[in-house]
């Protein structure tokens, strides 16, 4: 890694332990080029202290200190909140002593005097494992990329041709960009696509508002310290700062509550997030894309979202067309899913008459995209002729009566019975699923692990 490439991770942070003033003023100096933070304490005691509010990526500790050393207070932390690294340095090594500091986790071992440069190297090397490590988690957080593909906005109608041309126009600069669009539209594809021509190099987080128990979302946004609420044991980082360098995506933000918009608008406003729990605040370098698919000017009216926060968020606008305002993508689109779902399923891909593209044409698909791919779906799971399990569903004759009465097959699964019904249920609220969670009478959280059981994108 090179100077270039630490020079563009300004959210991380270090603490320097060292009873000598000099050193201590010496390290600040050179390591504030590095990082955002730069703390210092004399003792054991002090760095605890500082420790218990903050957290820190990297701890610069001398292992001759006053009362106990360096490598004793290492090995008495918390093994739940040791997760900075650390390097170690001292004057008086022996061959035991860099073997306990190896023990204890020392991610290098400096002797005094040392030249700024092998400092430098040491740290570097730190700083790059603790990236990729940043990297590594958010790539197994992501169960799925978008519903429409990995990179891909499939449609050459003039209302998704307009959206392209709009993504191309924006994604370059660092503005904070709003998304809007119902249901099942796609949005968080166009912001991962935003995020991918943007030029950044950090990571594209995503993070959905309405999923988040409300006392949690704020520790989960900024991190929290050590004790700063019950459960609270150690310090945590957030997700603003595993997206330093990147893009932090808020879909459903009009479910956030107003306490945490307050929270929000200071994180835009100064660039910096304050752990909860914590008296200072860290400097953050992302870039934050915003969803809705509600009308954020009438939730203002309403006094549920705030006025300030909405002309925040609404510096650049990309309004996602809904399917029925599209329809002459509608048949790249079956194409597309039938190929990518018989792929993931394994199974054989069906055949669309002419007469099932025309009804589908001219369906009006409140659930959008994710309805449309839902049926999709559907038809290879069952394997029943597209023409057949179309006129079922859309019929004026297939009256809820009617599905009372017939119910589903003897010989399907209770599993598959479980699925379809909730399919079915989160379509008819067009695909907002916090209405059909309340429909079903579950929770948002145990819909939410319903779709990731049957490895279906929100």
């Not at 005094?112 to 730190?126: G, I, N, S, T, W």
């Not at 796609?186 to 508002?209: D, I, M």
């Not at 097959?409 to 379809?420: G, N, S, T």
């Amino acid at each position: 890694m090179n100077n270039d490439d630490v020079l563009q991770t300004p959210a991380l942070s270090v603490l320097i332990v060292d009873d000598e003033p000099g050193m201590r003023s010496f390290l600040k100096k050179a390591l504030s080029k590095r990082f955002a933070l730069v703390e210092t304490a004399g003792s054991v005691e002090d760095a605890e202290r500082l420790r218990s509010r903050c957290h820190f990526d990297l701890l610069v500790v001398d292992i001759r200190l006053p009362g106990r050393d360096g490598i004793e207070w290492n090995e008495a932390l918390d093994p739940g909140s040791r997760r900075s690294d650390i390097i170690f340095m001292t004057g008086y090594a022996d061959m035991e002593t860099a073997i306990r500091a190896l023990r204890a986790g020392a991610a290098d071992f400096i002797m005094k005097p040392f030249h700024l440069e092998q400092m430098m190297q040491a740290v570097d090397r730190c700083l790059e494992r603790r990236l990729l490590r940043r990297e590594n988690l958010l790539l197994k957080r992501e169960v799925k990329q978008s519903l429409v593909g990995d990179d891909t906005l499939i449609g050459v109608s003039d209302a998704m041709t307009r959206v392209k041309e709009v993504i191309d126009r924006v994604a370059p600069t660092n503005s904070v960009v709003l998304i809007e669009g119902e249901s099942g539209t796609g949005k968080e594809l166009v912001a991962r696509l935003l995020h991918k021509k943007s030029g950044r190099s950090g990571p594209f987080v995503p993070v959905n508002c309405g999923a988040i128990a409300p006392e949690l979302l704020e520790s989960e946004l900024f991190g929290h310290v050590a004790g700063a609420f019950t459960g609270a044991r150690s310090a945590r980082e957030g997700l603003f700062s595993f997206a330093s360098g990147g893009t932090i995506f808020l879909d459903e933000i009009g479910e956030m509550p107003l306490q945490m918009q307050t929270a929000l608008l200071r994180v835009l406003e100064q660039r910096a997030i304050r752990p909860v729990g914590s008296e200072k605040e860290t400097p953050v370098d992302v870039r934050v894309i915003a969803a809705t698919n509600r009308e954020l000017m009438d939730e203002v009216k309403e006094g549920r979202f705030r006025r300030d926060l909405y002309y925040r968020l609404n510096v650049l606008n990309v309004r996602i067309p809904a399917l029925r305002e599209r329809q002459d993508d509608i048949v790249e689109l079956v194409h597309h899913f039938t190929r990518q779902l018989a792929s993931e399923l394994g199974l054989k891909e069906v055949s669309w008459s002419h007469e099932d593209l025309e009804l589908m044409t001219r369906h009006d698909w409140p659930g959008n995209i994710r309805e449309l791919r839902n049926l999709v779906e559907r038809c290879l799971l069952l394997g029943k002729p597209p023409v057949e399990y179309w006129r079922q569903q859309i019929a004026p004759e297939n009256t809820q009566a009617d599905i009372a009465q017939s119910g589903y097959p003897d010989e399907m699964p209770l599993k598959e019975v479980e699925r379809m019904h909730v399919m079915q249920v989160v379509d008819s609220q067009q695909g907002n699923k916090s209405a059909a969670a309340r429909v079903l009478g579950v929770s948002r959280k145990t819909l939410d692990r319903k779709f990731k059981e049957w490895g279906l994108q929100e």
